[in-house]
DNA sequence: TTGAAAGCGCTACCAG
DNA sequence: CTGGTAGCGCTTTCAA
């Protein structure tokens, strides 16, 4: 309720005083600032966040716009941006924006446009034609985590580079029918699934072993990948010897749809993973290994960057994955020596 | 970039009046009011967030606060809130208070006390003392999801009474040594962890079992839970016949504990959690249903009715959870008709 | 080193 | 029904 004018008073200088003692922008004498700081935490002197926003142009808030929150990888995100965001000061606007949703269309055509922030992150959106449009004309710096795109900096793990390992790792084990389990052709999540399906194929390819390609579609989720892998493994005339999950979650589920059908893991069915998902410990599932989290701390950095300095060339931070030996995968038949 | 000014002489007409036909607010002829409107249209233009709150007192949005959003309850809450939100063109400001991080405190003493929003909607904070009187120094409407205040409105799920009718399920199939696993001495979430223990504590004592009562502690996630119920159950000579899971992470925990120790479920182990979570039904897991998307949206609509009307009384929303029967528990020896 | 005053963009009161 | 004007609470020239 104390406003700058009753800490002036109280403090025997003008507003003009005050708010320089307490933002240190300009020169006050150590004296009168430290009279002025002591008035304001007399009174529990805390800013109106609207009125230093509209006379400065900063809101010292940052917009996140993603389109679920209640998935692993998104939440991980979040709580890195949460936690850069906090160590600043700076708040946060959070923009669930679902896929196919009206109220993301909200999102697009109202909210965003408010400008509420000085700065957005926006996490695995994969904008169609028309909100890139929308997103363009906000004016303010944009920062990508996932995915691609030419108009802002980018923050992602390299898709293509850890299914491809993945895929290597199983290869190297003596492993020839090779399946790959997630996404759905018109997924949201397109372009990673797309990125890590052709990091697999390549391997195939490059292994000698293109005629084994086979991709098993399915949502990108745990249930999604139980469906799929059971689905897969019931074929017992056309079972693969190892899986490759678009991402841990539909390894997960496929290693629990193997238990279901008394297949062993590793022993009859090697299964890898990409993300190192919180649950990839307990199902002992290697798997390679990014870490979400610090993306969106990451994300955090370079949007600050962006806003400090107007016209600054956009960044693209691609992380390789790190491959988590653990124990859902193993030889068949004579293991050949690794890569 | 256009203001209000703009619009106005775009429609030849003052400030004030552009003002009015805009947000509906006093007397405009229909005349220059869609006159206005087409101005504003064509300008594209969008009040500033921040200017508008000054001048109301009002900054439509609304503050959240949650220990974690990377927990499925959590972010199903968040998720609700989120789209009551949207529905009303209210903003979301995320505060991530993570139980004795600095940046906690930090939330706190800072973050909150700036007041950047018409209300606040707490989801299972339990707050510690300290906390709790920064809390009502905050003078804006507060809503708790999950736990109890004697201060603010609550929307919750009656916990006692789903862990009871989880255990009363249990006995009616036959059950007597039933354990109840989940929850630790000093879990943040100590309120909720507690009140589903007495529920199951009240219902085996009632059905003259209180000889058999036993918890399990564990921390409350899927990995807690495994690990928990992998002790538990892998000391043969005393391993109950059924398993009460604090929520249904727990439980499930539990099952792929039992799994790995080739204990069949339910035949050999029955298993009951609470929640209904996104994976209940892939385990064929029995449970207590509460929807926390829906207490998202309760605790917007209470919230929004406080804003509305200040000095309105306080809200209690108990909702009670909906048995729902899978196939993880059955009947063990002859089994009794059910309640 | 400090103070006075002019806005930031909008709403709301009070005349007309 | 409409326009002028005074703020909302803060920062920021510009003089002093």
Redesign the interface.
């Known amino acids: ?1 104390a406003g700058i004018a009753e800490v002036a008073a109280h403090a025997g200088v003008s507003k003009a005083t005050a708010s320089r003692a307490l933002s240190g922008a300009g020169y006050v004498s150590e004296a009168t600032k430290s009279r002025v700081q002591a008035a304001a935490a007399e009174l ?1 002197y ?6 230093v ?2 006379a400065t142009g900063r ?1 010292q ?1 940052i917009g996140v716009v993603m389109p679920y ?2 998935r ?1 990888f998104f ?2 995100v ?2 890195g941006i ?2 850069a965001l ?2 600043r ?1 700076l ?6 924006a679902k896929p196919g949703t009206e ?1 993301r269309a ?2 697009f055509d ?2 965003l ?4 922030f000085d700065g957005l992150i926006a996490v695995g959106l994969e904008p169609v034609d028309h909100e890139l449009e929308r997103l363009t004309r906000i ?1 303010r710096p944009i920062v990508s985590v996932v995915g691609s795109s030419e108009l802002t900096s980018v923050v992602a793990v390299d898709d293509d580079y850890a299914a491809r390992r993945a895929t290597e790792h199983l290869i190297a084990l003596g492993h020839r029918d090779i399946a790959f389990v997630g996404g759905a052709p018109q997924s949201h999540w397109a372009h990673v699934d797309q990125e890590r399906l052709s990091g697999y194929q390549h391997a195939m390819t490059e292994a000698g072993l293109a005629s084994f390609i086979r991709h098993a579609h399915s949502e990108v989720t ?2 999604g990948g ?1 469906a799929a892998a059971a689905d897969l493994l019931s074929d017992t005339r056309r079972r693969p010897t190892a899986l490759v999950g678009v991402c841990d979650e539909v390894a997960i ?1 496929a290693i ?1 749809a193997a ?1 279901r059908l008394g297949i062993q893991v590793p022993s009859a069915l090697s299964v890898a993973g990409i993300d190192d998902h ?2 990839a ?2 199902f002992s599932l290697t798997t390679l290994q990014q870490v979400p989290r610090e993306q969106g701390r990451a994300a955090v950095s370079v949007l600050l960057a962006e806003i400090a300095e107007p016209g600054r060339a956009r960044t693209e931070l691609r992380i390789p994955a790190r491959l988590i030996v653990r124990s859902s995968t193993a030889g068949i038949a004579p293991v050949e020596s690794g890569v």
Request: charged share 30%.
């Open positions: 309720m529990g805390v800013p109106s966040a609207g009125a926003g509209l809101t808030n929150v209640n692993w939440a991980e979040l709580e949460q936690q906090l160590e000061g708040d946060l606007t959070l923009y669930d109220g909200r999102i109202d909210f446009a408010r400008k509420r004016d745990l249930p139980y589920g629990i238990r919180e649950f410990e307990m």
